[in-house]
């Protein structure tokens, strides 16, 4: 089950996407107004994404990536799998998927240009499955998302995630 969520919050990078999509705004300069609706309009893109992914969505979680043929998921044990893989897996790891906590900290969105904004956080991640076993994770990813049709979607992403250590368990007093 540890595999589940670096699978779903893994990005997909698109090589030519950021320099297509900064180059078409470099010569406007933002102002704080769009700059802060731009990042408005990713953190709900996020937040809808989370919510697809405790929901065990695997359709919704993947509509919030661009879809390209030269694009590869990032793994946080540095394996590069492609987004057909991706698209196979996730499916499958869902349906062993009871419910999810996800508990972003400490979010960060940075604008880089008018259609471009990267995204950080760390926090916590529960998943338990059908069997009730719970996996308690920590993690840290960053997204970089790119408005792409119309509509953000995430072009690049990584995720780093670990697994919470249990406390041992007290040992007996003797008196």
């Known amino acids: 089950m540890r595999r589940l969520p670096t699978l779903l919050s893994a990005g997909l990078v698109a090589f030519g996407a950021c320099t297509r999509a900064s180059a078409n705004t470099n010569a406007i300069e933002l102002t704080d107004a769009a700059r802060t609706a731009i990042a408005d ?80 956080a760390v926090g916590d991640w529960v998943s338990t499955d059908t069997a009730g076993k719970a996996d308690k994770q920590q993690f840290a990813f960053t997204r970089v998302w790119a408005r792409r049709d119309g509509k953000w979607r995430i072009i690049h992403g990584y995720l780093d995630v670990r697994p919470v250590a249990t406390p041992p368990a007290p040992s007996p007093t003797h008196k």
């Not at 590869?72 to 196979?88: F, G, P, T, Y």
């Open 41 to 120: 309009t990713v953190r709900l893109e996020s937040a809808g994404w989370k919510s697809a992914a405790e929901r065990a969505d695997a359709n919704a979680v993947l509509s919030y990536y661009w879809d390209a043929p030269a694009t590869v998921v990032i793994r946080s044990d540095q394996s590069i799998v492609s987004v057909e893989a991706l698209k196979r897996a996730l499916p499958a790891e869902f349906r062993t998927v009871r419910a999810q906590t996800i508990t972003p900290r400490d979010q960060r969105i940075d604008v880089l240009a008018g259609d471009v904004a990267a995204e950080s």
